[in-house]
């Protein structure tokens, strides 16, 4: 099986531009050289037990060079999700038992006064003087730390712990093996043609499974050039197409609805720009990309446990995820009688007709060979495993033609501009908010794809809600992670009880914004506008403007859909 490593180190010799960012540029052979010094000094540095190293950096070329070193050395890179905060930060590091953390001047406060079990001087700071030092002296000097690449690590040797986010809220570190994820970008250098003529733009944070399936491997295995972008920007998307002369680029959640956003010009199509690939965009954001830019945009499914997967094909019905591939036992399940859910009917207006029997669970009954595990989290493989399938926690549909259709989360599960996470810490730090009883946080619909956050707040007797109290607590709550804030808050006389006396987000879920109860929202930024809206009283003006959008994205069904 080859490995991330064999195909890094097929690039010794390559003088074809491998590398570039912002100003600067690497050729593939300095790519696998400066990957090799980071090989030679996490070799030194490393201790007894699991060869770990945390990686909290922006993307930026250490990224890429550690990537590289890890591969080479037999480590294993814990991408660490600097959006996250405080307790929840340090329980990523902690629980995935990282000997070195790699981070950034900018990035070392998030690490501030957190029991990561790291201890601070094996936390090492990149653009440091100190770190280069160190890394520069592997280059010259023959005592350091040698590595012999005539073994390489075997192609099941774990390269990538990479966090998702379940329904409990525990961590759950996806084990990713360098076979796998070679064998993944070889079989998309094929399905894309890509070559040494292509540049394949990287915009979305390396952490997470799309950038390294998507780009950067892919971009080591056909030779093409990466770029690096250090963080999404839809205004500097068309500039950088051109500078650098892109012509491929991954994208996540709303991504292209951002960029779509931007102010319109006649040469937009005027590009070498020929495809997009990427997760959880509308159906009216691909189309209208494709037009405004003249590219080629592609979706695909994909669980980060690499259990299951569909494509599209020709066919395809525009909202559809695709199919899975030939052999592949996936179906909809109803979780509760482990039964495959009948088959969805869907009128000529594209409506569900039928959602309260059509939609399940997606399950692959054949796909747990496919699935490396969790690390340290036998609890939640097992859960994740029963009966011997692979069960995905994503709620779907699939209609009479054997198309499958995305339908959301159970229950706490919130998705946001394609990351996963759950309610209750969000609803642990509203908690601290001056006069609340309780909150409840729940995910509804997004008009554009995935979902926003919601809150419900039952306050004290005699408290008012106060919407710029609240918005300044939210800015003061170190731990409250970057998209957790919520979109609506509902102020509620009484939360909904079960007949235990257990919060019942049912109601709650399926009411919306559309209640008698005050509802005050925070209507969605317009990146580049330079507005930066606060919360409001939604009137049913504002209401019937956010229907008008599902309506407008061909999301109406979503308003209709039973919670599950």
Request: hydrophobic residues 40%.
């Amino acid at each position: 099986m080859t490995g991330v490593a064999e195909l890094l180190l097929a690039r010794s010799a390559d003088e074809h531009v491998g590398l570039r960012f912002e100003d600067s540029s690497w050729t593939w052979r300095e790519v696998v050289e400066q990957s090799l010094l980071r090989a030679r000094l996490i070799s030194e540095l490393r201790r007894e037990g699991p060869f770990h190293v945390g990686a909290l950096l922006e993307n930026v070329p250490e990224f890429l060079f550690l990537l590289g070193g890890a591969s080479l050395a037999g480590a294993t890179v814990v991408g660490i999700n600097p959006t996250r905060r405080g307790a929840e930060l340090a329980g990523d590091i902690a629980h995935t038992d990282c000997q070195l953390i790699v981070t950034s001047s900018d990035q070392v406060p998030l690490l501030s006064g957190l029991d990561t079990g790291v201890e601070r001087e094996r936390v090492l700071v990149s653009d440091s003087p100190q770190y280069l030092e160190v890394v520069e002296k592997h280059a010259h000097d023959p005592a350091a730390a040698d590595l012999d690449v005539s073994e390489l690590p075997a192609g099941d040797s774990l390269w990538l712990l990479l966090f998702t986010s379940g329904s409990t809220g525990a961590p759950k570190a996806v084990r990713v093996s360098q076979g796998r994820i070679a064998g993944s970008a070889q079989v998309m250098v094929s399905g894309s043609g890509f070559s040494q003529k292509d540049v394949i733009y990287c915009p979305m944070p390396m952490f997470h499974g799309n950038a390294l399936i998507t780009c950067v491997v892919p971009a080591i295995a056909s030779g093409a050039t990466l770029v690096l972008r250090r963080r999404f920007s839809a205004s500097g998307f068309l500039p950088d197409v051109r500078r650098y002369g892109v012509t491929y680029f991954s994208y996540v959640g709303r991504a292209l609805a951002h960029i779509l956003s931007t102010p319109e010009a006649p040469d937009d199509a005027d590009s070498p720009l020929r495809l997009g690939f990427g997760t959880d965009a509308s159906p009216r954001d691909m189309t209208s990309f494709e037009q405004r830019f003249g590219c080629t945009i592609v979706e695909g499914y994909g669980s980060s446990e690499g259990a299951i997967s569909m494509s599209r094909n020709r066919g395809t019905p525009r909202e559809s995820l695709g199919v899975p591939p030939p052999g592949a036992d996936v179906v909809i399940v109803n979780p509760e009688t482990r039964e495959e859910c009948p088959r969805a009917r869907i009128d000529p207006s594209g409506a569900l007709l039928n959602p309260s029997e059509a939609i399940g669970e997606i399950v692959s009954r054949n796909g747990v060979g496919r699935f490396e595990g969790y690390y340290a989290n036998p609890d939640a493989e097992a859960e994740r495993t029963r009966d011997g399938w692979f069960w995905s926690g994503d709620l779907g549909y699939r209609d009479e033609e054997g198309y499958f259709y995305f339908a959301g989360r159970p229950a706490d599960w919130l998705r946001v501009d394609g990351e996963n996470f759950a309610s209750a810490p969000i609803e642990r730090i509203l908690a601290r908010f001056d006069g609340v009883v309780t909150a409840a946080v729940y995910p509804v619909a997004d008009p554009r794809t995935g979902d926003v956050v919601m809150a419900a707040l039952e306050l004290t007797d005699g408290t008012s809600f106060d919407p710029e109290a609240f918005a300044e607590f939210l800015d003061d709550q170190l731990d409250l992670g970057t998209k957790w804030a919520p979109r609506f808050v509902r102020v509620i006389d009484r939360m909904p009880l079960t007949g235990t006396g257990k919060l019942n987000k049912r109601p709650l879920r399926s009411e919306r914004w559309v209640t008698t109860d005050p509802v005050w929202w925070k209507p969605p930024e317009r990146p580049g506008s330079g507005v930066h809206e606060v919360y409001r009283k939604l009137t049913l003006e504002d209401a019937e403007r956010i229907r008008s959008e599902f309506v407008a994205n061909g999301r109406e069904r979503l308003l209709d859909l039973s919670p599950s």
